[in-house]
C-alpha cells in the first residue's frame, strides 16, 4: 500500500491483502486482474434512456501443483480469457472487457506442454451507432462525437515451475509467459 495522508470525505486508506499474491513470482497463487467497466448511461426528455454497456468479467486464477508431470495434449487447451464488454446503446457508453486469467503450476515431475493456453483479455463492447441507419449515425457522430468502443482487457500471465520441461516449444501460450526450473 502506498502511504499517504486521509481524507476525511474518503475514510481509511484500505490496508494490504493476504501475504505477497500478486507477486512476481506467485509466491501465495496468481493474483486475478480486474473486470471491465460498464460504460455510461444515456437520457433524453427524462423519461428515456438508453443504458451503457456492461463491464467484462475477468478470467479468475488457476493453480496446479503434483508431484508427477504435468501434462497439455496436442489437442488440450486451457481457456483462461477475459469476459467480453457489453455493447452500447445509441449514445451509451460501451462497457469495457475484463483481464486474462492467471495460471500457475508447481510440477514436480515435470511439464509436457503441448497445447494452447489462451490466457487473453477479452474484446472491449462495440458502439451501438451501427444499429441504426447510416443517415442517423453521421448526425450522432458529427454533433455528439465519433462513435467510441470499450476497451480491451489485459493480458494474463501464465507461470510454470517445474523440474524440466518438454515440448515448451510447442505450446502456443497466448498472453504473458515465465517458466523457472525447479
Known amino acids: 500500500s502506498t502511504s499517504g495522508t486521509t481524507n476525511p ?15 512476481a513470482n506467485m509466491t501465495s497463487g496468481p493474483s486475478v486482474g480486474g473486470g ?9 426528455n427524462n ?7 456492461a463491464g467484462g468479467a475477468s478470467a479468475g486464477a488457476v493453480t496446479v501443483i503434483t508431484n508427477g508431470v504435468f501434462r ?4 488440450g487447451i486451457v481457456d483462461g480469457r477475459g469476459g467480453a464488454g457489453g455493447d452500447s446503446n445509441c449514445r451509451s457508453g460501451s462497457g469495457g472487457a475484463g483481464a486474462g486469467g492467471g495460471f500457475l503450476v508447481r510440477a514436480g515431475g515435470g511439464a509436457d506442454l503441448n497445447g494452447i493456453i489462451d490466457v487473453r483479455g477479452g474484446v472491449g463492447g462495440t458502439n451501438g451507432y451501427g ?6 449515425a453521421y448526425w450522432y457522430a458529427l454533433y455528439h462525437g ?3 468502443y470499450g476497451g480491451d482487457g489485459g493480458l494474463g500471465r501464465v507461470r510454470v515451475e517445474a523440474a524440466n ?6 505450446v502456443r501460450v497466448l498472453g504473458a509467459l515465465e517458466t523457472l526450473q525447479i
Open 47 to 53: 423519461v428515456y434512456r438508453y443504458l451503457g454497456g
Open 36 to 44: 471491465g467497466g460498464g460504460g455510461g448511461s444515456n437520457g433524453y
Open 72 to 75: 497439455i495434449g496436442a489437442t
Open 131 to 136: 444499429e441504426w441507419n447510416d443517415r442517423t
Open 9 to 23: 470525505a474518503y475514510g481509511q486508506q484500505s490496508t494490504g491483502g493476504i501475504g505477497n499474491i500478486g507477486d
Open 165 to 170: 520441461f518438454s515440448n515448451i516449444a510447442n
Open 146 to 148: 465519433s462513435m467510441s
